[in-house]
Nanobody
Framework: VHLQASGGGLVQAGGSLRLSCAAS????????MGWYRQAPGKQRELVAT???????NYAEFVKGRFTISRDNAKNTVYLQMNSLRPEDTAVYYC???????????????WGQGTLVTVSS
């Protein structure tokens, strides 16, 4: 399974960006999908996740500003980021939990990351 993330860039504080992450390859099913981020000198941290049934979970620092969604027909997860702050600057990574066939176990795959830079 290959994950292609896009949508990162440079934005001023208060602005918005929409990240996308499309999964391709041999995919029987995808359960959870999520976004994580890693700022320079810091550990990777969870931003938001969404289950196959659409249940979402957000880190406290993005609640009310970011929205995660998914398009199951396109095997794609999105992250709408509003009211961006300089402290949101990081490389954003997507991940999915996917099964190739009903007989295979589920694996977690990671995208390559997309850089989001928020200027003050």
């Amino acid at each position: 399974v290959h994950l292609q993330a896009s949508g990162g860039g440079l934005v001023q504080a208060g602005g918005s960006l929409r990240l996308s992450c499309a999964a391709s390859g041999i995919i029987f099913s995808i359960s959870a999908m999520g976004w994580y981020r890693q700022a320079p000198g810091k550990q990777r941290e969870l931003v938001a996740t969404i289950t196959g049934g659409g249940t979402t979970n957000y880190a406290e620092f993005v609640k009310g500003r970011f929205t995660i969604s998914r398009d199951n027909a396109k095997n794609t997860v999105y992250l709408q980021m509003n009211s961006l702050r300089p402290e949101d600057t990081a490389v954003y990574y997507c991940n999915v939990a996917s099964r190739m066939t009903p007989q295979h176990r589920e694996y977690v795959y990671w995208g390559q990351g997309t850089l989001v830079t928020v200027s003050s």
